[in-house]
């Protein structure tokens, strides 16, 4: 089965970790063809967060993406350490790093990741989200997705709830791995499609107009399960070059969190 990346090395130590990968083209990003796509590198960080001296009692429930550069379509390193450790609380942090067209290591994405202790919450237990209440699989196939170029859209496949400029439900899923050979957990699959949203309710329609994020906050109550990611989306551009994407991620089982970046946006002309 194909992946969205080639292992190549791992290090371990006793608080950190080295992982070496080659992105394959399905990794390829929307803006640029020599880009990695950040919703990949959010996925591969995730496999390594998670693979990362991983506790049964705790789970993930926050992950904090910084973009500081061009996640370069080549060679990529992600170290991973502990900032802060805890019998509760634990605080995990990524890096993700690639190499620019001189050789030069430069870091593209930090993120970092709190797990939270796990307990019994069920008798105070309640979402304000309203559940999807219809079944993915009766949903259209869409083929809004085939405006953006690159390797990693084209994995996509994608069913449509409803859709206008600005506002969106759409529903991805992807047959690629992860990590060749590795299998990819549903947690894995699904966060690594989350940074996807922000292409699914585009404001700004004309091809006049670029809005990347410069980051992605994900906040979690509850793992997902399953393998279709649903994005309740709004995305907010205000009158100053800053826009705002918001989705609200669902699977086949109902709200699992929210999601949030915010954008450059630029006119092509200016």
Not at 2 to 22: E, G
Not at 35 to 43: L, N
Not at 135 to 151: C, H, I
Request: with cysteine.
């Amino acid at each position: 089965m194909s992946a969205y990346y080639i292992p190549i090395s791992r290090h371990t130590t006793d608080d950190t970790t080295t992982a070496r990968y080659q992105p394959t083209n399905h990794a390829q990003g929307v803006w640029n063809d020599f880009e990695q796509h950040m919703a990949v590198a959010t996925g591969l960080m995730a496999h390594e967060l998670e693979r990362f001296f991983p506790r049964d009692d705790l789970m993930i429930a926050r992950l904090s993406m910084d973009i500081l550069g061009v996640i370069y379509l080549g060679e990529t390193l992600v170290r991973t350490r502990f900032i802060r450790t805890g019998r509760t609380i634990e605080l995990i942090e990524s890096t993700l790093s690639t190499f620019d067209r001189h050789g030069t290591e430069k870091i593209s994405v930090i993120m970092r990741a709190w797990r939270l202790i796990k307990s019994d919450t069920h008798a105070i237990a309640g979402l304000e989200c309203s559940p999807f209440d219809k079944t993915v699989a009766d949903l259209p196939d869409w083929d809004g997705m085939a405006v953006w170029s690159g390797g990693y859209i084209k994995s996509l496949f994608a069913k449509i709830a409803h859709h206008r400029a600005g506002k969106s439900f759409v529903w991805l899923n992807t047959d690629i791995e992860m990590v060749a050979g590795e299998h990819t957990s549903d947690f894995v699959h699904l966060i690594g499609m989350v940074d996807t949203s922000n292409g699914t309710a585009m404001r700004a329609t004309d091809g006049m107009w670029i809005f990347p994020s410069i980051d992605l906050q994900i906040h979690l109550h509850r793992t997902p399960v399953g393998r279709w990611l649903g994005l309740d989306t709004v995305q907010e551009i205000g009158e100053q070059g800053v826009g705002l994407t918001t989705s609200v991620l669902h699977d086949e089982q109902g709200v699992f969190g929210r999601a949030e970046q915010i954008l450059t946006v630029r006119h092509l002309g200016k």
